[in-house]
């Protein structure tokens, strides 16, 4: 089939690349290009991948209103978003025969929105998936076309399952494509009534509120590890979390309290009475690293309140 691929970061790259195999794409469209530091050019993961392979690639500022022609003239036979990021319109949706269909980082209709992966880790899920729908006006509310489990590892951080959906997100299309091609598609509706949502990560939620619970503060890190990355202050500076885990040793002190500091250990209260291990932090200006390896060249003082 004649395939328009729509995506921007690297979550649809695997699935571009295998739908290249089986499949004529006949044009990549990615959000524009931002302005990184320094005022530098930064592109996409998709516009990568699409300009090194040599594919024809589009960018509209606003697809609905910049798009339509252009899409109109590839003449594909169906459409593929992967977290392209912007609201398409009806016009948009019918210009290819077979519609569009989406790559969806979960097992609909639970945690639809912008982050499904993370929200998954978030929320200590034990297992996830993903979703292949139609595109309709209705954000990710469209018909399953199929879905593939997949089980979140202990301490799995949202790096990691991330990668690891993408792959079992380009298998699924690719499979959902085939089924099209040959007519044997089922769309099933989607159970309403069951519906999540999640929305995008919010910067006030990258900050570690120590009052709250140990099991909630480890998946709080895990879900945002490797980007943006929880951060809570000690001693008048920021630092990093990237992994925390139980600790069975029983403590005293207020949320936030360094309890233990010794060359290999640093252990933290938190708000149900439970300590937890910093295993792996960055301090500001420094690199990330192993807490032995943080601890050989610094310490934080057993009582310090981390905010």
């Given at each position: 089939m004649r395939v328009v691929f729509l995506g921007t970061p690297d979550f649809g790259v695997p699935a571009l690349e295998k739908i290249m195999e089986h499949h004529t794409v006949v044009g990549c469209v990615c959000q524009p290009d931002k302005v990184g530091a320094r005022g530098k050019i930064e592109f996409c993961a998709v516009k990568k991948f699409a300009l090194s392979h040599g594919l024809p690639l589009y960018q509209f500022e606003k697809i609905s209103?910049?798009?339509?022609e252009t899409l109109r003239s590839l003449s594909p036979d169906i459409m593929v978003t992967a977290a392209y990021g912007q609201i398409l319109s009806q016009e948009v949706i019918d210009i290819a025969p077979h519609g569009i269909i989406n790559i969806h980082g979960s097992?609909?209709?639970k945690l639809r929105g912008a982050a499904p992966i993370q929200y998954a880790v978030l929320l200590g899920l034990r297992q996830t998936g993903i979703s292949i729908l139609n595109t309709v006006r209705k954000v990710d509310a469209g018909e399953i076309i199929l879905q593939?489990?997949?089980?979140?590892?202990?301490?799995?951080?949202?790096?990691e399952l991330f990668e690891r959906m993408s792959r079992l997100g380009a298998d699924a299309v690719v499979e959902a494509l085939q089924l099209i091609e040959n007519g044997k598609a089922v769309y099933t509706p989607q159970v309403e009534e069951?519906?999540?949502f999640c929305s995008k990560i919010t910067a006030e939620q990258e900050q570690i509120d120590w009052t709250k619970p140990s099991d909630e503060l480890i998946n709080l890190v895990r879900a945002l590890n490797p980007s943006p990355a929880?951060?809570?202050?000690?001693l008048g500076k920021r630092l990093k979390i990237y992994a925390l885990r139980p600790c069975e040793a029983?403590?005293?002190?207020?949320a936030g309290e360094v309890?233990?500091?010794?060359?290999?250990?640093?252990?933290v209260m938190c708000g149900d009475g439970n300590a937890v291990y910093v295993t792996e932090l960055q301090a500001e200006n420094a690199k990330r690293m192993d807490i032995v390896s943080f601890l050989n060249g610094r310490k934080i003082p057993v009582g310090t309140v981390l905010r």
């Open positions: 209103r910049d798009g339509v097992l609909l209709p593939k489990t997949l089980d979140i590892l202990p301490y799995e951080t949202n790096g069951e519906a999540t929880a951060w809570t202050m000690a029983v403590f005293s002190g207020q309890v233990e500091c010794g060359k290999k250990t640093l252990a």
